[in-house]
């Protein structure tokens, strides 16, 4: 049968423009803090977003029978609650569409019709319907949102792509795979895929000019964003670890930016885990070139620093912040300054989920978030995730972090063996996460001279090792390391 064209590419945008609401104008959105833009604010306020879950993104609006999804984002809500506050919020991230799904009950944004095929003009009230439900649950109980508008996933596994998981996940059960829907062909799109910049991202008019096929993404993306821009806490995340191209990227950051609120932010995730600057396949699209490109508002960059690229919980933590200073130190130079985000770690149990998570805030990102658990059985990960975050989240709502930048040169001696990661204000409060030594070794800060408060934490237990006012000299401030794990963090604060 031969299926029709979609007819209305020259118009599309116009629903995504016209249709946002007075709350998507003018509400107070989460964005850059402007005294120190490589944090978040929040009406005003910076906020620090910390985050856990039980469950993949794309269930709570895909497969709402697999997970009590709402159950999850009020226990995240309950540790926020009682962390009691106004700088501290929750963090989730939210994929609209399944990307494994050609299952019975799997619920797209495309209407699907009797024959099992997608109608991609038409989109499904439901799944609407638990779209914005989930993004109200989530702002009535302060937690930011990544919507994220693509799944690479979903575009690079299947016949020809990076592996073949069969006819009923991925792009074989993809609704813009031609044989999914009745709107295109293969003429338009072809049915296998490839591992990396397949043909589903080479439709912009600045690349192929795919009108049937850039047309209908480009229809989904207007839907999308006339529910997106009603909600303040969203951020939207142009894809999921992304092999595309950079030209792929910077077309949908400037296409999203003329059809949401100004000052909503727009950032990207790319697949790539290496420093040098290559992208998994295109050298280009890696986090430091979004870094200092004047078209995202953020850099979401846990790839760049996951257990992927740096193996052990330690070695995430300390190569992770040096990371991490390396692309601030880009942003710095080329004065496009702007949050570092990390939505997801895979180390998020027992075994080195605190070093981690405290790495994040201590090496200079703009968030902490544990990816879902991936083995059996789930809950008593997501207990520990959950305390965890309520754990650093204490701590956070002690520090001005909101005045902070990384600063490890002001450790001038470290116990042998020893690394760390500071974060300071300028010659004044600081938080140093150091990794080794042993009680009764010594650690030197470069602090001016005076009296400050020294409070040494356990991060697993929250509890503090130790508490003591000490005097700075001309040589620094001289901390002896007390009885406790090789993990500690200290506190220390002008008297």
Partial sequence: MTKRPFVMFLIVGLA??????????????????????????????????????????????????????????????????????????????????????????????WLKLEDGRYDLEQFSPEWEERLRGYLQLALDRRIVVSLEIWDDWSLTRGVGGAHNPGPHAVWNAHP?????????????????TRPHN?????????????????????????????IATDYPNVMINLSNESRATLEWS???????????PEGAMIGDMPSTNRRDGGGEYEHEF???TLSTDPKYDYVDISQGV??????????????????????????????????????????????????????????????????????????????????????????IARVPFWRMHPDRALAIQLPEGAEANILAEPNGSCVIQLLGGSAGDAMVLQ????????????????QRLSHSEMTAEDEGLRLTLPEGPEHRVAYVVEQ
């Fill in 16 to 109: 995504g423009i016209m249709s946002m609401s007075a709350v998507g104008q003018n509400a107070s959105l989460i964005r850059p803090w402007p005294e120190n833009p490589y944090y978040l604010a929040w009406d005003g306020t910076p906020v620090f977003p910390l985050g856990a879950a039980g469950y993949l993104s794309w269930y709570p609006i895909s497969r709402i029978e697999e997970v009590d999804f709402e159950q999850q984002l009020e226990q995240l809500a309950q540790v926020i609650e009682e962390i009691d506050s106004p700088h501290v919020c929750g963090f989730v991230r939210c994929l609209p569409y399944d990307p494994l799904g050609g299952e019975e009950g799997v619920l797209q944004p």
């Fill in 286 to 288: 890696n986090p430091m």
């Fill in 198 to 226: 397949p043909p589903f991202y080479r439709t912009i008019p600045s690349l192929e000019d795919n009108r049937p096929a850039f047309g209908l993404q480009a229809h989904y993306v207007d839907h999308l964003l006339s």
């Fill in 306 to 395: 996951s257990r992927h690229e740096f193996g052990s919980p330690h070695q995430q933590a300390i190569r992770g912040g040096e990371r991490i200073i390396g692309y601030r130190q880009a942003m710095a130079e080329a004065d496009t300054r702007r949050p570092l985000i990390v939505s997801k770690d895979y180390t998020n149990d027992v075994h080195g989920g605190d070093i981690v998570l405290w790495s994040r805030f201590v090496g200079g990102a703009s968030t902490a978030r544990f990816h879902r658990p991936y083995i059996d059985p789930v809950e008593p990960v997501i207990e520990f995730q959950h305390e965890a975050v309520g754990r650093l989240g204490r701590f």
């Fill in 176 to 192: 813009f795979n031609p044989q999914n829907n009745i709107n295109y062909d293969d003429d338009v799109l072809p049915v296998e």
């Fill in 250 to 260: 910077r077309f949908w950051a400037d296409y999203i930016r003329e059809r949401v």
């Fill in 447 to 462: 602090l001016p001279s005076g009296t400050w408060a020294v409070e040494w934490i356990d991060p697993a237990t929250g």
